[in-house]
């Protein structure tokens, strides 16, 4: 299932909205059809990318860069979207490239984002590779992407954090092993419903101490363990690993944070 996510800007039916991302220049329109300049493979020349819209049909009919049609080059077929932003973004600092975004809905992220290299143009990311994201954000590291996200973890709830993903031949692969909450949560300090063993460390063997019930935990990372999860929490002076699975139970925090 799709995540939920806001662009900032609420896309009206049938009209088009061109944010600017990472500083870059931004144009907004009322019509179906539309087009924007940036330099996209960083030569110093912009390039021109154009589109038409069929409203009767729902689908984005054109989308040329340079007067190159995406499609053909690209061997895919018109885009369904009655809603939808065309944007250009960095994904990448520290290369030359800014990609052509098209997100394709008003309330989910659904949306594909296209390279230009000297008069080619490929398929740099589909969303499809992905499971469900907040917002993509721009990143140092060179043949990666960064964006947001959210996981329901054992124990706590859901908590947001960035995930760092390895791009290859248009597709993804988790990067990230252990994440960190990011600034987009509400909170990562709970109180205790029972009382928790901490570990000294990730294997769960070692104890170096507990955690009364009732008392407050800090959660600084959390990582995959197997189907379940491993949550790093500090409290006090006391810090290590947590495994939910040691508990009979859902949520072993009061008010976990969920929402879907």
Partial sequence: MKKFFKLGIAALLFAFVFTALSGLRSAQADASDGSLEADLDGDGVDEIVEWTFDEEDGVISTLTINEASVYK???????????????????????????????????????????????????????????????????????YIAVTDYYTVDGIGNLHTNVLYKVKNGKVT??????TPNKNNYTTTFKTKLKLTVYKNDECEQVAGTVKKGGKIKVTKFKRNGDSW??????????????????DVEWFVKNPPLFG
């Fill in 230 to 247: 491993l949550i790093y929490i500090k409290s006090g002076k006391l810090k290590g690993w947590v495994n939910p699975m040691d508990y």
């Fill in 73 to 143: 080059a690209t061997k895919t077929t018109p885009m369904e979207a009655y809603c939808f932003t065309v944007t250009v973004i960095d994904t990448c600092t520290t290369d030359d490239y800014k990609e052509l975004m098209v997100n394709r809905d008003e309330e989910y992220y659904d949306f594909t984002l296209f390279r230009y290299d000297n008069g080619k143009i490929t398929i740099y990311v589909n969303d499809e590779d992905l499971n469900g994201i907040y917002s993509i954000e721009s990143q140092k590291k060179k043949g």
């Fill in 174 to 179: 988790a990067d990230t092993k252990v994440f």
